[in-house]
């Protein structure tokens, strides 16, 4: 148990519908990343906060995709208007000293 | 552009064999590096970690790794595989100053028994 939780694990959910997903990083860690991992590869970044201010945001992260860290502490990735290609682990990582991610479990997503 | 090339998609070995897992980067100054391993449905575990102290690395769960800045590599070796050591494996790299990290593509470990 790196500290760092997600919820909910496994979500299922069809096409087109909106999805929220829920990351607790570790308290005392002010930076937050967001993950996208698909079937046999590795991590892929979607986007990175310092406390509350969201500073990057890769291009694979659409307009349907939205992330939020109110007041710094719990994160939170929305996904609007699912598609099937949006099926994949969505990762969270809680950032320490020296660049040390400990990541969360992962939510599971698949759209049908 | 910083950018980790792990050789192999897929190794097996032995139990009580060698394991040697390749890891190349790319990265224009001192990189931080890293080895994760991933069990099947869960999230990351960190191995181990280079930042510049010691070349040779040493883990958990008897993992090491060395680094090599003339061959720009940071390959993950332990003496003696179990079969716990069945995972996917991934490098990593992230530049001083910034804590992005980017991930190679994993090589997945199998053990024989």
């Known amino acids: 148990d790196t500290g760092v939780s997600q919820n909910p694990r496994h979500k299922i959910t069809k096409r087109g519908q909106n999805v929220t997903f829920r990351c607790d990083p570790i308290?005392?860690?002010?930076?937050l990343y967001w993950y996208r991992q698909t079937l046999g590869q590795g991590p892929e970044f979607l986007t990175y906060?310092?406390?509350?201010?969201?500073?990057?945001k890769s291009r694979l992260l659409s307009d349907r995709f939205s992330a939020e860290r109110p007041k710094g502490s719990f994160s939170t990735l929305e996904i609007q208007r699912t598609e099937q290609g949006d099926s994949a682990m969505y990762l969270c990582?809680?950032?320490?000293?020296?660049?040390?991610?400990?990541f969360g479990p992962g939510t599971r997503l698949t759209v049908l | 552009a910083q950018s980790v090339t792990q050789l192999g998609s897929h190794v097996s070995v032995s139990e009580g064999a060698l394991v040697l897992l390749r890891c190349n980067y790319s990265?224009?100054?001192?990189?931080?590096l890293f080895w994760y391993v991933q069990y099947p449905n869960q999230g990351l575990q960190l191995l181990l970690k280079?930042?510049?102290?010691?070349?040779l690395v040493k883990g958990i769960n008897g993992f090491e790794a060395e680094f090599k800045k003339s061959e720009t590599s940071f390959h993950l070796t332990k003496p003696s595989a179990h079969m716990s050591d069945a995972a996917e494996y991934f490098c990593?790299?992230?530049?001083?100053?910034?804590?992005?990290?980017?991930f190679g593509s994993g090589t997945r470990l199998s053990i024989r028994p």
């Open positions: 990265s224009s100054v001192p990189p931080y």
């Open positions: 990593a790299v992230s530049e001083w100053g910034t804590s992005k990290i980017i």
């Open positions: 990582a809680s950032v320490g000293h020296p660049n040390e991610q400990f």
């Open positions: 308290s005392e860690h002010n930076r």
């Open positions: 280079y930042t510049s102290a010691a070349t």
């Open positions: 906060f310092q406390n509350e201010a969201q500073l990057e």
